[in-house]
């Protein structure tokens, strides 16, 4: 079983900076190798953002929607998950979920479909 909670969600103003955190808490690593960022707006379907794959090399892939903006991490001693949002732009705003464990070697693909386990939401808010 996994429970993530994700934080570090608000409103700034465009060009403004965020950092989401997901704690997860699992009763085995392997549930935690793979986890990734999704995002969903108003009327849109979710989207993938970020993935971070312990068992690849390179270990995080990056949306192209997103590229050179957004950085994934993860913190292995703290089972935590961060996004840094910079250069944030008004299309950024949605819902930010946390997900975890996809099929081996499917982490990078950021299908929602894909993932087993997910968070609440945080809500970032971007104005211009």
């Known amino acids: 079983q996994v429970r993530l909670a994700e934080s570090g969600g608000g409103s700034v103003q465009a060009g403004g900076s965020l950092r989401l955190s997901c704690v997860a808490s699992?009763?085995?690593?392997?549930?935690?190798?793979?986890m990734a960022w999704f995002r969903q707006a108003p009327g849109k379907e979710r989207e993938g953002v970020a993935s971070f794959d312990k068992e690849t090399q390179p270990r995080a892939t990056v949306a192209d929607s997103v590229q050179g903006r957004f950085t994934i991490s993860k913190d292995n001693e703290k089972n935590t998950l961060y996004l840094q949002l910079n250069s944030l732009k008004p299309e950024d705003t949605g819902v930010y979920y946390c997900a975890a464990l996809a099929p081996r070697g499917r982490c990078h693909i950021l299908s929602p479909d894909l993932f087993e386990y997910w968070g609440q939401g945080t809500q970032v808010t971007v104005s211009s």
């Open positions: 699992a009763s085995e690593d392997f549930y935690t190798a793979c």
